[in-house]
């Protein structure tokens, strides 16, 4: 696919509310392919919500979630890999009692074809795209470091590796979108210099990336555009130095009363 | 009309005493969380056993039945023991696996104790029929009208009025919360046990008129009664009566109308239907039945 | 940390080839052992069982669901063959065809009603499911002879051979379970077996990667139908006599309970479990009368031994782990979170 098709993920009033709590609000936001759009927000500003909608896990009451120009079912987070969208989550999701190499193989056999039924005789399809998800497993693992604990059950690992694996198993649906929900969530500061190479290399690898992420350091070093969400809506957005700057963000993390005196600082 | 009339007694006889079953599954899951497989076995033991007291060693029936009733409650006391006294399960899937194998216990001793011989008791009020509308019953179904509607009031008053009744129907199986009411999980989850298998004996002595016993009757009075309790929505004293009486008057229709052979089988269709379609049973009561 | 978790038992993970291996092995060498007819219908049993728990092992062992409606699924499959041959002189053959396709349709509608449900409710679900064929068997006498049995069933032939000989009917059951062992396997070591693990340890993981949950679990519903009604119709014709006793709840519980203490989600759990199954049943025939009071007994304590349950446990310490990670996660992000406020 060339660069010019991707456009990345591109969200359009999206709207949702949970009885008469208004959690999004019109919501229209962009992450163009090849770069990392971050959206920040003080807690309840909506941010899970606005993840879970675009990656399926909750029904949106309106709006529109694109992926390359593509639009996305709503509501239906098992059609989200056909899409070449990918996610993590805020509290750490692998499938324990299995390898390493089969959890990212897990996401390789997503944009693999053939029936369920043809893997149970076996045939040559099934083993071309077994070989062929191990061996982009590997070559993944390789690349971050994780080939030596290939074989090992996944819940062996220590915490950041495991998140590290979460990771490369979103890279081996080879997406064209990924949501990342608090990848620094749970990380000793020491792994967020590591994780922001990681993130920038899948920008670099031509992959629109949405960064949610309470980590305020992370999100300004890495992000070319930030989108800061407040009470469901777009507050404003723009470069990390712009936001930094807003007063209406400073009030809207550190409350009113603030925005004169001080600058959002890290 | 005639018929009709017959139909719905002979449906109400029974689905009270469903609903009663009904009411014990609601016990145990309001205060542990899990499906008591057991809850069927008590109603075997008590209806059984007072038939065999009565039948085989000739003792007077309401003895027999008090009898009945005694020994059922010791099982439920024992059941507890087997699932909780070596403090290992605690998760209500645990303790359902847990209830399936003193099922089989339960029904492999009576079948010892029974040798395969089926048992009947005779009403405590007499075999005169009784006219009601044209139609002619048997007094036993006015009797488990009347108990059905008693226990109902009876554990309803029991679970809103005193201290254990609230902790029974508030704990769920909540080790946290119940400390928070100053009883211990083990403390709950007997008494639980034991008002469990008194509402099934209780239910066995008023089946063993209806019907015979015999030691495999528990599995299939068990699902009877946990479909009346699915219909009602599990653990709603009021709901259970209703999905009792519900399910007893679909089955006297199928039977009475169609084939008994099948009447059996109404159970299941509801059952499943409940599951598939409306887990919250009738009344909607708010509770996460599907993952 | 690592140190510490990496103690836990590794075999689960991996892709357990020798496991097939010593299933096919065992199917070849048993009958080496002892070749009697006694014992050969006695190893012709035990390879039934080894498809029937094969089948369960889709279920309870690969999807993680405890299911009681194999014993019912087992019991249609020996009465839609035997019906079939009795009644309306179906070719055995046919028959063994016809049987597998019956279960497999009345799997898949049992399991899209139930499959969705909460654990107690789904165990349940197909509790009922299983015992209402059971009530069927029986009640249905014109078709089933009800509860004295259907009699008369021809033994198995293809091309007007009669597989009567004892040795012939073990090679062919055998051989059946060895192909069932294998299909079970490539199922179990490929993406759609992987996925329906992956589902049972982490289900919004498994549906970002594409694993469509309904699907899966269909398919598992439909294989375990499939080979209950193989081994349901082997039975059929193997016995030929069945009754409705032999499909009733004791047996439900104990597929699973022999499933389940042998390996359930392991290629070593069916064969294992047929074993115990055949073993139960030589033993029962002197003492048939404790068979359920033994039973329930060494269940109850098996359980009671296994803290949390028996196929529980596994997904509970899965969650122990997890719950663990959570935990470690959030103490480590403490001082994270100071950043945030600085």
Redesign the interface.
């Known amino acids: 696919m060339s660069t010019s098709e991707r456009q990345g993920l591109r969200v359009t009033g999206v709207s949702k509310a949970y009885g008469g709590l208004q959690v999004l609000k019109d919501v229209t936001l962009r992450a163009p392919a090849g770069s990392i759009t971050a959206v920040i927000g003080p807690n309840g500003a909506g941010k899970s919500t606005l993840a879970n909608v675009i990656?399926?896990?909750v029904t949106q009451d309106a709006g529109q979630v694109f992926v390359n120009g593509a639009e996305l079912p709503a509501g239906k987070?098992?059609?989200?890999?056909?899409h070449r969208l990918?996610?993590t989550?805020q509290?750490?999701?692998?499938?324990?009692?299995?390898?390493v190499l089969?959890n990212v193989?897990?996401?390789a056999?997503?944009r693999?074809k053939g029936s369920?039924?043809g893997?149970?005789?076996?045939g040559p399809r099934?083993r071309r795209?077994?070989r062929e998800?191990e061996e982009s497993a590997r070559a993944l693992l390789r690349k971050f470091g994780l080939e030596h604990r290939a074989?090992?059950?996944?819940?062996?690992?220590?915490?950041g590796e495991?998140k590290l694996v979460?990771m490369v198993?979103?890279l081996a649906?080879e997406p064209e979108v990924v949501v990342l929900d608090e990848p620094?969530?749970?990380?000793?500061?020491a792994s967020a210099m590591p994780l922001a190479e990681t993130i920038a290399g899948m920008a670099q690898e031509g992959i629109g990336v949405l960064l949610i992420e309470?980590?305020?350091?992370l999100v300004m070093s890495i992000s070319e555009h930030v989108v800061v969400l407040d009470q469901g809506r777009v507050l404003t957005e723009g470069s990390p130095a712009e936001v930094q700057k807003d007063p209406r963000v400073i009030e809207a993390y550190l409350g009113p009363g603030h925005a004169k005196s001080e600058e959002l600082?890290? | 009309m005639d018929l009709f009339i017959q139909v719905l007694l002979s449906g109400l006889s029974v689905g009270a005493i469903y609903a009663i079953v009904a009411l014990g599954f609601g016990v145990i899951f309001n205060a542990t969380g899990a499906i008591n497989f057991v809850q069927g076995e008590y109603v075997m033991v008590g209806g059984l056993s007072a038939a065999m007291l009565y039948e085989a060693w000739d003792v007077p029936i309401f003895v027999a039945i008090l009898v009945a009733i005694a020994v059922t409650t010791v099982l439920g006391l024992l059941t507890e023991m087997g699932l909780l006294g070596f403090g290992r399960l605690r998760t209500p899937a645990a303790i359902t696996i847990a209830t399936i194998a003193i099922a089989v216990i339960v029904k492999g001793a009576a079948m010892l104790i029974s040798v395969r011989d089926t048992y009947a008791l005779p009403s405590v009020l007499g075999s005169e029929s009784l006219q009601i509308l044209g139609a002619s019953t048997s007094r036993q179904t006015i009797l488990n009208l009347v108990l059905a509607v008693l226990v109902v009031i009876a554990l309803t008053l029991f679970f809103r009025r005193t201290k254990l009744g609230t902790t029974l129907r508030a704990a769920a199986g909540d080790s946290e919360t119940l400390q928070t009411f100053g009883v211990s999980y083990r403390t709950t989850a007997r008494w639980a046990f034991v008002i469990a298998a008194a509402l099934g004996a209780v239910a066995g002595a008023g089946l063993a008129p209806l019907t015979v016993m015999s030691f495999d009757s528990g599995t299939l009075l068990g699902l009877k009664g946990f479909a009346a309790a699915m219909l009602g929505g599990l653990g709603n004293p009021q709901g259970a009566l209703a999905g009792g009486l519900l399910l007893g008057v679909a089955e006297a229709v199928v039977a009475g109308y169609g084939t008994s052979a099948y009447a059996d089988v109404v159970a299941f269709v509801v059952l499943l239907a409940i599951l598939t379609f409306k887990p919250t049973g009738m009344f909607g009561t708010a509770r996460a039945v599907r993952t | 940390m690592s140190s510490r978790l990496s103690a836990l038992p590794r075999s689960l993970g991996r892709t357990n080839s020798w496991e097939l291996w010593i299933t096919i092995g065992l199917l070849l060498l048993l009958p080496m052992l002892m070749a009697t007819d006694y014992a050969l219908h006695i190893w012709t049993r035990m390879a039934i069982y080894v498809i029937l728990l094969t089948g369960l092992n889709f279920i309870n062992g690969m999807a993680g669901m405890i299911s009681l409606a194999q014993a019912g699924f087992f019991g249609l499959g020996a009465y839609a063959a035997g019906i079939a041959a009795v009644r309306f002189d179906v070719p055995p053959v046919l028959a063994l065809v016809i049987a597998p396709v019956v279960v497999t349709l009345a799997a898949l509608l049992v399991g899209m009603m139930s499959m969705r449900l909460k654990e107690i409710y789904f165990k349940m679900a197909t509790l009922g499911a299983g015992f209402v064929l059971f009530l069927l068997f029986g009640r249905m006498v014109e078709l089933t002879g009800g509860p004295n049995g259907l009699v008369g069933i021809p033994p198995f032939s293809l091309f007007g051979f009669e597989f009567t000989e004892p040795i012939v009917k073990y090679g062919f059951v055998a051989l059946l379970a060895i192909i069932g062992a294998i299909v079970a396997h490539n199922l179990l070591v490929s993406r759609t077996g992987r996925a329906l693990r992956a589902y049972g340890a982490s289900e919004p993981a498994a549906l970002a990667a594409g694993a469509s949950p309904f699907k899966l679990r269909l398919l598992a519903f439909g294989m375990s139908g499939f080979y209950a009604g193989v081994a349901g119709a082997l039975e059929a014709f193997d016995s030929r006599f069945i009754s409705p006793s032999t499909f009733d709840f004791m047996m439900a519980v104990l597929l699973v309970v022999a499933l389940v203490l042998s390996g359930a989600g392991r290629m070593i759990g069916p064969i294992l479990g047929a074993l115990l199954l055949t073993g139960i049943e030589v033993f029962a025939a002197d003492y048939a009368d404790y068979e359920p009071l033994i039973m329930g007994v060494i269940f109850l304590i098996a359980i009671q031994l296994f803290p949390r349950g028996l196929a529980g446990e596994l997904a509970a310490r899965r969650e122990d782990r997890r719950e663990r990670a959570k935990r470690e996660a959030a103490e480590q992000a403490k001082p994270d979170q100071e950043v945030v406020r600085a």
Do not use: C, W
């Not at chain 1, 987070?77 to 056909?82: D, E, F, K, P």
């Open positions: 990656s399926g896990f987070a098992v059609a989200r890999a056909g990918g996610r989550f509290n750490l999701e692998v499938f324990t009692g299995m390898t089969h193989a897990m996401g056999y997503s693999q369920h039924l893997d149970l005789i076996r099934t795209n077994e998800a074989d090992s059950l996944v819940e062996s690992l220590p915490f495991a979460e198993r979103v649906m620094a969530a749970g990380l000793p500061p309470h980590n305020m350091k600082t890290l």
